[in-house]
């Protein structure tokens, strides 16, 4: 008999860990395909900060699919993507996730990998109720039909919920075998992954997009409203989650860092931004983005000084960088936490 072949999408998350588990024991061939939109919160994302240090500092897509014993194919879709983001077919979640759109999207680019390198069918980790845009039981058929994959489109985890695909109705694997997993609890998918030798993995609900986050969906549609279009490279989407960005007027924001991880972060682009820091005390670097005037530079002195070592000295020195011009030194009292409004903070 020939051994059939899934591509499974691999998120790093539980869900699809355990779905590839589960084909995988029936004795079907998996890889998995991971697709790159920049706004992922895996990977170097984790690395920049040094917060939580004993955390593993890890892309857990890469490390999912070394616990599976299984090849991970990681795709960059950035450019592809942004239409996704832009203009959603079926519009956007709580914040500026297009969870529907972006679900189709990657069946789809699955799709056209699974038939460009002779595989049989593709596995998500979908549990009918997890989600409630992309994962529930009106709008999976959705992503089937729109993706192109159809009845090729197996979801292990609550297939004996679904109708019948092809890989079960030519016997390349056995329904009674898969699951029948529903809803927002994690608990059967914990007792599975108990049952596999499965202890560490990320955890489970958490997510892996910037998009479904408030914070950073407030910063990117203030970057798009202050810009005047909605256009976006991978180094915008990656500042926007470094930092902490204050904007005191419409003439410019600034973007502060929060520790030394992410201070060497954002000197990587001290030649693209006007950029200052304390001279006379250990602080961080901060970057502003728009057109300052003098005396906004000079506020902005005042705000980096204040999340400085001398936030309580009476003066500081902060050096001035601007692109292409002569550094200016300002000897400033930092500003008090009181007087930088709630509503600076984008």
């Known amino acids: 008999m020939t051994q059939r072949k899934a591509v499974a999408l691999i998120s790093g998350g539980l869900d699809s860990m355990l779905a590839v588990k589960m084909i995988q024991e029936q004795g079907v061939h998996v890889e998995g395909i991971n697709f790159f939109t920049g706004f992922c919160v895996e990977g170097h994302t984790h690395a920049i900060r040094n917060r939580d240090q004993t955390k593993p500092k890890r892309n857990n897509a890469l490390w999912v699919a070394e616990q599976l014993g299984i090849k991970l194919h990681i795709i960059d879709v950035i450019d592809e993507y942004k239409d996704v983001l832009l203009n959603p077919k079926h519009g956007y979640g709580k914040n500026m996730n ?11 680019k699955a799709r056209q990998w699974m ?17 409630p845009m992309s994962q529930r039981k009106d709008t999976m058929p959705v992503i089937a039909r729109e993706s192109g994959a159809d009845d090729r489109l197996l979801r292990p985890l609550c297939a004996q919920h679904l109708p019948e695909t092809l890989p079960e109705r030519e016997g390349w694997v056995d329904t009674s075998q898969l699951g029948a997993i529903t809803g ?18 990320a955890t489970p609900a958490g997510g892996c997009c910037f998009l479904t986050d408030a914070s950073y969906s407030k910063k990117l549609v203030d970057m798009w409203q202050h810009r005047g279009n909605r256009e976006y490279e991978l180094d915008d989407i990656m500042l926007l989650k470094v930092g902490r960005h204050i904007r005191p007027n419409q003439r410019f924001k600034l973007i502060v860092a929060r520790d030394a991880g992410e201070t060497s972060y954002l000197k990587g682009y001290r030649k693209q931004f006007t950029h200052m820091a304390a001279t006379s005390h250990g602080g961080p670097v901060t970057l502003i983005e728009g057109e300052p005037t003098r005396d906004d530079l000079e506020l902005a002195a005042r705000i980096t000084a204040r999340f400085g070592q ?27 936490a009181s007087e930088i409004a709630q509503q600076w903070y984008v």
């Open 115 to 131: 038939e460009a390198n002779d595989f049989d069918f593709i596995i998500t980790g979908e549990v009918i109720g997890q989600r």
């Open 184 to 201: 927002r609890s994690r608990h059967e998918q914990m007792a599975l992954a108990e049952k596999w030798g499965f202890r560490d993995y």
């Open 310 to 336: 001398g936030r309580n000295a009476d003066l500081v020195t902060v050096e001035i960088h601007p692109v292409g011009g002569e550094s200016v030194e300002l000897s400033i009292p930092p500003m008090p």
């Open 98 to 108: 297009p969870c529907l759109d972006c679900k189709g999207f990657m069946v789809k």
